[in-house]
């Protein structure tokens, strides 16, 4: 290959990138375009026939590591997204929690109250009648109508009965509904560690890939100026970098996963 050969593949090392896929530039901080592939089989060459083979094994196993990356990336993105839809359905099946029962019975209350209210009304009336007639000293008036009274009481107290028992009966799903809630918001609470977690994790990534950045930076430049001893420095420090995210991607996913658990829970907490 000659030297103008040489020099093309060198500055397509440097515009490439430009062109790069979307998508996977987006992603990972290093892209291994065919140009760079090119200009590293060049440096790779140039060296000996042992760091020839380290160079090699080490290019391959970050274009790998780089691929990790981007699966791993759509795979938080993924449950991520689930997990933010899933919260919005589960803080919503929250507040609904015995929500349709306990207005059943409050309606019953109301439609009992308004059923019985005529005869509260006339039994009422009743005693006042009874009331205004007793300066009158009318004997059988007064008798008939107590005995009126008398009659009307057993059902009126019977109507209020029935009132009590089914306010009573409201009451207890209104405080079993608050239990139910309390229970289901504590259990929920159970995702703030892992999102606190998810923070960490994603801060100590961020700060990776700016090392990354530079560590690339620094591998294009030693592969466009063939330099073998430099261009192994930069990929051993690229690989072990990516190592690192690597893990840090893996306990995000695991964290997410956490939090998918939660909220799995709490949905049946809801009776969903």
């Known amino acids: 290959m000659n030297k103008r050969v040489q020099i093309f593949l060198a500055v397509l090392v440097l515009i490439m990138p430009l062109f790069a896929s979307a998508g996977r530039a987006s992603a990972a901080a290093v892209v291994l375009t065919p140009s760079i592939q090119a200009a590293f089989d060049l440096t790779a060459a140039a060296a000996s026939t042992q760091d020839r083979a380290r160079l090699k094994s080490q290019y391959s196993e970050l274009d790998g590591l780089a691929a990790q990356y981007d699966s791993r990336e759509e795979q938080i993105r993924v449950l991520h997204e689930s997990n933010a839809q899933s919260l919005i359905t589960v803080r919503k099946q929250i507040t609904e929690i015995d929500q349709a029962a306990v207005a059943k019975l409050a309606a019953a209350v109301t439609s009992t109250k308004e059923r019985y209210q005529p005869l509260f009304d006339q039994y009422s009336a009743l005693n006042s009648r009874i009331a205004l007639v007793k300066g009158l000293k009318d004997k059988t008036l007064n008798a008939i109508l107590k005995t009126q009274a008398d009659a ?26 608050t239990r139910k ?13 892992p999102q606190t977690s998810i923070k960490t994790q994603k801060s100590a990534a961020s ?3 700016k090392r990354i950045t530079a560590d690339f930076s620094s591998f294009k430049t030693a592969i466009r100026k063939q330099n073998p001893a430099l261009a192994g420095q930069s990929l051993t420090s690229l690989v072990s970098g990516y190592k690192q995210i690597a893990a840090s991607k893996q306990k995000i996913i695991e964290l997410e996963q956490k939090v998918a658990a939660v909220i799995a829970a709490t949905l049946k907490q809801t009776g969903s």
């Open 181 to 193: 809630i309390a229970a289901a918001r504590k259990t929920l609470s159970g995702i703030e560690s």
């Open 152 to 177: 009307m009481k057993i059902t009126v107290q019977f109507a209020r009965q029935d009132i009590r028992d089914k306010e009573a009966l409201l009451k207890a799903a209104k405080e079993a509904r």
């Open 207 to 209: 700060a990776l890939n």
